[in-house]
């Protein structure tokens, strides 16, 4: 949804003139919440002012909580504000063609954050970006994942990372996209028992491609992976400075057999690569049900079709006879998402009633589709008919999807939403990226439960299902006069954490910064007050849920949805511009520019940009100048 027309001149003055002469990236992992410290310092090496940029992807997950960006000694600071306080500043900025532009876009599990100034002959800019996020475990593990690209040969570059684990580090990994022999020389890892250290810091040698040509080997992901050490018990409580973390993931327990039906969306829409991309996930996926599981499949376009009009056992049989089915289906025709979540909702109902499934198991209905139709009256007819008793999940396939409306209508019913990226690997998103996630249930109905009048805040402390390799995390502040901390769960586990001890274990730690566990709890309860407001019946429910994370936003300084960062400029300069956190369901979300800026709010999704952009390549143009076209939505 960006487009934009840089002639090569222009290019080459850019490349060649400013110099990255130092890249840091600092991070802290303490029990699972991030701290990152991102640092550029660059220089210009010719006789004339030219523009710098600093550039960053960073985690979807993360919340960015400072920018800073330092020209000749003076420091020119970003500050947060409420989002349409800074929106109003920038739109009257824009009006006076002051600004340069919003700062957002995202990517598959990335946003990037933008920004440029224009530097003086010889001086030189530092820019500082900081950014935290709860780490999340899937499959049984956690990941801290970097992007590298610095786009030129950078003579300091490292990526320093710590982490500090109590409950005791179990395994601990690196993986990159772009490591060569030369490169692996340059990575140094050090652990023990609860602390690891990772360090990569390659000299311009180990960066170059070749001797011969000053070109980088880095570009594309370092990533690191750990768990934690853990046993079947009511989980590990973290305490410092009055907030309490505790997190809640017991493992080799029994999996509960599951009643799942597929919903397939067979449109016209779906044609190509992504009806073969799904017929390739649900092959896989029908060989990965138990024999215990029961299961059946149901596609739709204009018309629902059952391949069975009652749920079978996953036997060989029945699988093999699924999957004859599924090699067979073909995208055409319309799309009735309703009834065919409606079938899906009277087939669990009559398995019930058949007494065909097991007494403990877990029903649960798994949507595919690229594409809605008469929002409102769907949530309202899938939440009447599935009423609590079922789990959906909604899976989108591609960018035109409304993910607003599969997000609602997941979470209206105990699931989640995701968003299927059209990509060569869109098979493996579904099958490992979400199927495998869900595939193990081990607990349903978790509630976890603390001393009365113990606790004076406290995030999310029941779940509907929770699933092996996965982790449940509460949070929340605790009574100063407490001693002794009593959790339980309301199933087989019972505990009690010393507070004065648990305290102790994070004094005079290197790795500590601040009041982590205050934060951490900040930044769940931001998150899940967001997606409460989604799922609120009512207005002024929504409201009080959307002001309350707005504060808690304000008061931490995240750059959350409510949010924007307002960044500034030296005077002489276009003087502002914000830094958001891109939704989820946007279609264009990208936006930056530089001299001229043409918004498009045109509703036909990206069409308006291009031509737009047609238009605007009519004019003439120096080769100093980039147009950007945005389409707002």
């Not at 530089?594 to 143009?621: D, E, G, N, R, V």
Request: aromatic share 10%; hydrophobic share 40%; glycine share 4%.
């Amino acid at each position: 949804a960006l487009l934009f027309w840089w002639p090569q001149a222009a290019r080459r003055i850019a490349t060649n003139a400013i110099e990255i002469y130092s890249l840091h990236v600092e991070s802290t992992v303490t029990s699972r919440f991030a701290h990152t410290v991102i640092t550029s310092r660059l220089v210009n090496k010719v006789n004339e002012s030219q523009e710098a940029v600093f550039e960053v992807e960073l985690p979807k997950t993360a919340f960015i909580t400072n920018f800073s960006m330092s020209i000749d000694g003076e420091t020119y600071p970003g500050t947060i504000k409420e989002k349409a306080s800074a929106q109003e500043q920038y739109d009257i900025a824009v009006s006076h063609g002051q600004s340069a532009g919003l700062v957002k876009t995202t990517g598959r599990k990335l946003e990037q954050f933008h920004v440029s100034v224009n530097v003086a002959s010889d001086s030189k800019v530092t820019f500082e970006l900081i950014y935290e996020e709860l780490l999340k475990r899937q499959l049984g593990r956690y990941e801290l994942l970097f992007k590298v690209r610095p786009k030129q040969l950078v003579k300091h570059f490292q990526i320093d990372v710590h982490i500090f684990e109590p409950q005791g580090i179990n395994f601990l990994e690196t993986d990159s996209t772009f490591m060569t022999n030369e490169l692996t020389e340059a990575l140094t890892k050090v652990q023990n028992e609860t602390k690891a250290h990772i360090l990569f810091k390659p000299t311009i040698v180990q960066q170059k491609k070749s001797p011969e040509l000053e070109e980088t080997l880095l570009d594309g992901d370092f990533i690191i992976r750990y768990d934690v050490k853990r046993s079947v018990s009511a989980g590990d409580i973290q305490i410092v400075n009055g907030y309490f973390v505790h997190y809640f993931a017991p493992s080799e327990m029994p999996t509960f057999p599951k009643n799942v039906i597929f919903v397939v969306d067979q449109s016209g829409s779906m044609s190509g690569r992504k009806i073969e991309q799904t017929r390739d996930a649900l092959l896989k996926i029908l060989e990965d049900l138990r024999p215990e599981d029961h299961f059946s499949l149901i596609t739709f376009n204009s018309l629902v079709t059952e391949w069975k009009n009652t749920l079978l056992q996953a036997t060989g049989q029945n699988v093999e006879s699924a999957k004859r089915y599924v090699k067979t289906v073909m995208a055409r025709g319309g799309t009735d998402i309703n009834n065919a979540l409606l079938t899906a909702a009277n087939t669990l109902d009559k398995a019930n009633y058949a007494e065909i499934l097991q007494a403990h198991s877990i029903s649960m209905i798994i949507l595919l589709t690229d594409g809605v139709q008469d929002v409102e009256i769907i949530q309202q007819n899938i939440q009447k008919a599935i009423k609590g008793k079922y789990v959906l999940y909604c899976l989108g396939f591609g960018f035109d999807v409304s993910y607003k409306f599969l997000e609602k209508m997941a979470l209206d019913n105990g699931g989640i939403a995701r968003r299927i990226y059209e990509d060569s690997d869109s098979d493996l998103q579904l099958q490992v990226g979400f199927y495998q996630e869900v595939a193990t249930p081990i607990l349903k109905d978790i509630e976890i439960q603390y001393a009365e009048n113990s606790i004076l805040e406290l995030t999310q402390n029941s779940f509907k299902l929770f699933f092996d390799g996965s982790e449940i995390v509460v949070a929340g502040r605790i009574d100063n006069e407490l001693d002794v901390l009593p959790h339980t769960s309301n199933l087989i586990f019972k505990e009690e954490a010393n507070v004065r001890e648990k305290e102790k274990v994070f004094q005079h730690q290197k790795y500590i910064f601040g009041n982590f566990i205050e934060r951490l709890w900040a930044y769940l309860t931001i998150q899940q007050l967001l997606e409460k407001s989604i799922s609120a019946q009512e207005e002024q429910q929504k409201n009080l849920q959307v002001a309350r994370a707005l504060e808690l936003s304000m008061k931490y300084s995240f750059v959350t949805p409510l949010t924007s960062m307002v960044v500034t400029k030296p005077d002489d300069q276009q003087k502002l511009q914000l830094a958001n956190k891109p939704a989820e369901s946007g279609w264009c979300t990208s936006v930056t520019s530089t001299l001229i800026l043409i918004q498009s709010k045109s509703p036909q999704h990206c069409m308006s940009c291009i031509w737009l952009y047609c238009a605007a390549a009519m004019w003439p143009l120096s080769p100093s100048i980039t147009i950007a076209l945005v389409h707002l939505v």
